[in-house]
């Protein structure tokens, strides 16, 4: 099963793919900073794993990359006042080596409990944050996902 038919992936990548092309444009600059963009399987690559989600950072420069993440499910019907539950969950480090103009596949494992919410139709929202340190410099690059939704 490729991610694109995946009911708990497919959305997020869209809406990945999306971010990246807004990272792209704001942290564009030569000095190694790191841009986070939707890592999606094509037809003969591996397929991603169900309750996984694939991140994919090219930066200018070379270095190690650490990603982390938060996940954040909101809880019950939201009052008429005050401020509505929810539930956050924190996804990663990862890490791993890039280097000069090469893209780098780091893959996030969703919790049980979370990808159980998206089935039963939570309403879940996710930031991410690659952050690169290289002999280059440093750089961080921040991708949010307002809307996360299971596909049936």
Known sequence: ??????????????????????????????RGTSTATSGTPRQGSAAVKPGTLSLKVKCAGAGKVKLT????????ARPRHGKQKSKTYK?????????????????VKL???????????????????????GPAGAGRATANIATLKATR
């Open 91 to 107: 996804l990663g480090p990862v890490n791993g080596a890039v280097k000069v103009g090469k893209s780098l596949t780091l893959t």
């Open 111 to 133: 919790p049980a409990a979370a990808v159980t919410a998206l089935g039963n139709g939570a309403k879940v929202s996710a930031t991410f944050t690659a952050a690169l340190t």
């Open 1 to 30: 099963m490729f991610a694109e038919e995946n009911r708990y992936i497919g959305p997020t990548l869209d809406r990945l793919d999306e971010t990246a092309l807004v990272l792209n444009d704001e942290l564009g600059n030569p």
């Open 69 to 76: 993440g938060t996940l954040t499910q909101l809880i019950g």
